[in-house]
């Protein structure tokens, strides 16, 4: 069975400072990584996409899978970054095995 | 336009009565979710639906169930409410890679 963790129930940064939210996952096969958040009351949104290796929003992330993380980082936190942030693992595009993580509540000080 | 609605915003009830929420996707996306989204803010997958072919969550108790009248809509329909159902519920569809969330259904059960 595929796992998705993230350590950190909350991450608290200051405004300007680096930021990384950690992400592992359990899966025997060749996953497919995102990163999704969500605002305050607000839907989930697709943030990235391993495959894609792109940068939204000033983060990134980079699949490693020798250490199966999937970590996302951001150089310059900004105030309007705080949000929870859920990693997610896709084993095919059906989702009968999509998992999300438990979340990580991101909260950038001023 | 939107491309994944929900509807209502909100639902307050009252234990033991019975309950629809509907979703509407309008990506042409063939894969569609139901995800529940505790007080922890822990998100988990209910369902998944594609092409007739119905995904269900093991942990699912079957007072939920889904219906979906056509490819652009899944409904989730839940019998005998329970105080422990109050949550936010969100829909979602896919295409491939990434799901796009609908805005979320608020339930609380009195």
């Known amino acids: 069975a595929q796992r998705v963790t993230q350590p950190e129930k909350l991450l608290s940064v200051f405004k300007g400072a680096p930021v990384e939210l950690k992400c592992n996952y359990s899966?025997?096969?060749?996953?497919?990584l995102f990163w999704y958040v969500q605002y305050s009351r607000q839907r989930l949104q697709l943030l990235l996409r391993h495959i894609s290796r792109e940068s939204i929003k000033g983060f990134t992330a980079d699949l490693n899978k020798g250490e199966t993380s999937f970590h996302l980082k951001k150089p310059f936190a900004q105030e309007e970054d705080s949000a929870m942030y859920y990693c997610a693992l896709s084993e095919d595009n059906y989702g009968q095995n999509f998992v999300f993580g438990p979340g990580t509540r991101l909260s950038v000080l001023p | 336009d939107t491309a994944v609605s929900q509807t209502p915003k909100y639902l307050v009830t009252q234990m033991g009565n019975d309950k629809s929420i509907k979703c509407e996707q309008n990506l042409g996306h063939d894969t569609m979710y139901w995800y529940k989204q505790d007080s922890k803010k822990f998100l988990k997958i209910m369902f998944s639906?594609?092409?007739?072919?119905?995904?269900i969550n093991e942990t699912v108790p079957n007072r939920f169930s889904p219906k979906s009248p056509d490819k652009a809509h899944l409904n989730l329909h839940i019998n005998s409410l329970e105080l422990g159902d109050s949550a936010v519920y969100f829909c979602?569809?896919?295409?491939?890679?990434?799901?796009?969330f609908g805005p979320g259904t608020r339930l609380t059960v009195t």
């Open positions: 899966y025997s096969g060749s996953p497919e």
């Open positions: 639906y594609n092409n007739k072919e119905l995904i």
């Open positions: 979602a569809s896919s295409q491939g890679q990434g799901q796009y």
